[in-house]
Nanobody, 123 residues
């Protein structure tokens, strides 16, 4: 099982920026998809941004134009640059990595999660 460790969270004012980092214990190009999720108190965990092994990127509508997901395969790192932060971005942010294994007729997905990092945005 791969280990994912997030860092970079903190408390900021609205309009400021943060950069989250996720270090993988394994080669990140082995994952079919990696992403950032977040969970606010009382809410379900939601996708913030994801990137496939081929570099296809998806963003939640609420963060488009403000957040940027990127990776550095040479360092096995995933990043989330968060600009123009809003109070509604306050949540615990989790790094995720999915890898499909097994034969085509019986493929299964291994999900890996980090421990989460708190982001708090005050108005």
């Amino acid at each position: 099982q791969v280990q994912l460790v997030e860092s970079g969270g903190g408390s900021v004012q609205a309009g400021e920026s943060l950069r989250l980092s996720c270090e993988s214990s394994g080669n990140i190009l082995r994952f079919n998809i990696m992403g950032w999720y977040r969970q606010a108190p009382g809410n379900q965990r939601e996708l913030v941004a994801s990137i496939t092994s081929r570099g296809v990127v998806v963003y939640a509508d609420s963060v488009k134009g403000r957040f940027t997901i990127s990776r550095d395969a040479t360092k096995n790192m995933l990043y989330l640059q968060m600009n123009s932060l809003k109070p509604e971005d306050t949540a615990v942010y989790y790094c995720n990595a999915d890898r499909e294994v097994g034969p085509v007729e019986a493929v299964r997905t291994i999900h890996s999660w980090g421990q989460g990092t708190q982001v708090t945005v005050s108005s």
